[in-house]
């Protein structure tokens, strides 16, 4: 990928991946601090990053994988090094070293911004599927969060996505359905 030094997360690098998280995300699409950092000990939760010279995380994706699919939960690349082609180098990389379907949530497409992001997931060969989705809380105080799911390498069916959302709900989310 590029020269870049992509690497496995390390426990030690938590701050950094917290601040470029909070940069991010808004505070309804992320955990709080605490609860995002018991998310590493969670066997099917991993995280890849790419460092500055300064030891900075500069973009991640942290993702849970699971016997059917992965879930990407949060995708990120610092806004300072946003446009040269540093997401979509990291994004195709990750493709292309899984080898089964692969899900993330988008917000709904109701700005300028959030219509850009699905159109570069697109690009890349995700579809946007048609089926109203709720994203439970990751703090108390949110509510659920009206979201969409893309899915790669193909767009999927209402028995998938109800697999992917069960899944979902019970692992990542920790909601009883």
Not at 27 to 36: G, I, L, P, T
Not at 43 to 53: F, M, Q, R, V
Request: net charge positive; hydrophobic share 35%.
């Amino acid at each position: 990928m590029d020269n870049r030094d992509l690497k496995k997360f390390q426990y030690c690098d938590f701050d950094s991946l917290f601040k470029l998280m909070k940069q991010a995300f808004p505070s309804a699409e992320r955990r709080s601090y605490k609860d995002q950092k018991n998310l590493l000990k969670e066997d099917l939760y991993n995280i890849i990053s790419d460092k500055d010279e300064k030891k900075n995380i500069i973009d991640f994706i942290a993702s849970w994988e699971f016997s059917d699919f992965n879930f990407i939960e949060h995708f990120a690349v610092d806004s300072k090094m946003r446009g040269n082609g540093r997401g979509t180098s990291m994004l195709k990389d990750y493709l292309n070293k899984c080898n089964k379907p692969i899900y993330l949530e988008v917000e709904l497409p109701e700005n300028d911004i959030c219509v850009r992001r699905i159109k570069f997931y697109k690009r890349l060969g995700f579809h946007l599927n048609n089926f109203n989705y709720l994203q439970p809380p990751l703090q108390k105080k949110h509510d659920f969060l009206p979201l969409k799911v893309m899915s790669y390498p193909r767009s999927i069916d209402e028995k998938q996505f109800t697999n992917f959302k069960n899944v979902i709900y019970n692992k990542v989310y920790k909601f009883d359905i």
